[in-house]
């Protein structure tokens, strides 16, 4: 295993990704990790993360000291390797010349962590500060123009530094430098594969479990149906899967998921059918957080009913990633006042919130995963690629979708519009494109002419996005041919819109959903 240690960097996550991408388990850790916490985890080496801060700020965060001492190997990250330098007795300064973005490396000397980099590669910087003199023991790797140290080593005690970030894709030559540090200098070997993690996986499910009951609350994403079958998988019929259907969901993708989980893959799911409770229960309400609260209490009140109409369960199967395990984790640190910085922007509900008296253990066996590993091992045990490859969808549904107040009408409207854009998308093999691409309904009405007809009805919004994780993102440019093609169906076949408008906002400001 690789231990990340991360310093705030929004490059952490990433960092362990790649180094996983070699086959090899890494975990993103707090900064303020022991060295005694790190010898029981016994890693190969160590990744100091970047970080925001600069290390000769008063309240700049620092690891353990012993680290050096530790005969691990440890790479630095341009913060963490700056960290480094200055703990090991060097100097770092605020450089002459910040460096941001693309810089060619010139390798000084190509053995070692740079095998395979080649002289020249452009590298992803982003610093405002540099080593002015390196600790005892250690020498250049590699310099740009602006920047003298931009990689170095001691290779006796195997410490090594890089100013720039491999792990961005940008970075020419990255990877191979990642895997020299993983394979060569760490000697680390590729085990970390999907085989090998569902093996460990139903082995650790049956030894938790043993021959209780589990409850899996299924929803139609990857992740809870990547659950289901590993879940089922490890321990059959002890297994219950439940579907909430909220009335929120897409066009036939209710009836679809039950059928495909009962047919193709034999494993039974109860199908909750609760549409008219969520519509009552939301019935008037404009305001989208009030509407999100209130769908999510309505969750977990059916949740409850139905878990013990169909219980006694000792166990709640969740589809937690590793992403909200570092998130929760002691990570995001206000450097100023030591607090956890977490912004809340919109009410997210999941079965989380059960109440305390539900006393569920919890089995999360994808806790260790992030979602493009998820969606390798969906795919590994036979998972449909209409689900592994799914855009996101909210909790809360078309419901978020309908501004104001959602009324039976108007979900279909909107389903009909969703339909034809995914399917225009779908049939340009383009689907992959977007990070999600839906429509919205806007609970206004505006003039349009049919015919020879007066119309008055409701516009229509394509929101048609790329992004990396949903934290940012970007509007789609897509071709005016898509725009018209959708446009053009939405209006003669979906009965109540007359009008299709794009929206050209990013996020932020924007957010992706419109509520
Ligand atoms: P926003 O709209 O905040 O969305 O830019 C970011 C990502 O989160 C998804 N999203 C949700 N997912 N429950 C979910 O499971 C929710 O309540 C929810 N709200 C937004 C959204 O689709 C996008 O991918």
Partial sequence: MIVILDFGSQYSELIARRIRETQVYSEVLSYRTSVEQLKQLNPKGIILSGGPNSVYDQNAPHCDPEIWQLGIPVLGVCYGMQLMVQQLGGQVVR????????????????????TNVEDGSTMW????????????????LAHTENTPCAAIADHER?????????EVVHSVGGLALIRNFVYHICRCEPTWTTEAFVEESIREIRAKVGDKRVLLALSGGVDSSTLAFLLHKAIGDQLTCMFIDQGFMRKDEPETLVEIFRDQFHIPVVHVKARDRFLAII????DPEEKRKRIGHEFIRVFEEESKRLGPFDYLAQGTLYPDVIESADTNVDPQTGERVAVKIKSHHNVGGLPKDLRFKLVEPLRKLFKDEVRKLGRSIGLPEEIVQRHPFPGPGLAI??????????????????FIVRQEIKERGIYHDFWQAFAVLLPIRSVGVMGDQRTYAYPIVLRLVSSEDGMTAD?????????????NRIVNEVRGVNRVVYDVTSKPPGTIEWE
């Fill in 95 to 114: 450089a002459e010349r910040a460096e941001y973005g693309k810089a060619s490396i010139l390798i000084d000397d190509p053995t070692d962590l740079l």
């Fill in 125 to 140: 910087m982003s610093h405002g500060d540099a080593c002015e003199s390196l600790p005892e023991g250690f020498e250049i």
């Fill in 158 to 166: 195997k410490l090594y530094g890089v100013q720039f970030h491999p």
């Fill in 283 to 286: 019935d008037g309400i404009t």
């Fill in 401 to 418: 979708r309908i501004l104001g107040e959602v009324t039976d009408e108007r979900l279909d409207i909107l389903r009909e519009a969703d």
């Fill in 475 to 487: 509007w789609s440019r897509v071709s005016y041919d898509l725009l018209e093609a959708i446009s």
